[in-house]
């Protein structure tokens, strides 16, 4: 969820209204550790709910199939591609981003969903 990568950066150029933390806890009325787990719990169910509607995606046939795999496979690594960008790109991190995946150091519990993607 690139929100909670930005959310430090926008915040402090006081551009947050629209980052989805600021947004909860402004209208749930939450603090920023809830508003984060809230942020964490509901894309974990999302990705629960996609690789579950993945694994139940019928065949339409062996003309198909392969069309619908790479479309597939490609909404998955939508996700995991923004996620990649937020660290490898200088805009949330600097130069840290890259240095943050390469020590083992998670961004987010996110990490651990996108590894099955």
């Known amino acids: 969820m690139p929100d909670l990568y930005s959310y430090d950066v926008e915040r402090a150029r006081g551009d947050d209204e629209h980052n989805l933390v600021t947004i909860l806890m402004r209208h ?10 809230w942020i964490r719990n509901y894309c974990s169910n999302i990705l629960h709910d996609f690789l579950n509607d993945v694994s139940r995606v019928p065949s339409f046939g062996k003309e198909f199939q392969d069309d619908v795999d790479r479309y597939l496979d490609g909404l998955g690594n939508w996700v995991r591609a923004a996620d990649c960008w937020s660290l490898e790109s200088p805009i949330y991190f600097a130069a840290g981003g890259l240095e943050i995946r390469q020590h083992g150091k998670k961004c987010s519990e996110l990490d651990d969903f996108y590894a099955v993607l």
């Open 28 to 37: 749930e009325n939450l603090g920023l550790n809830e508003a984060i787990k």
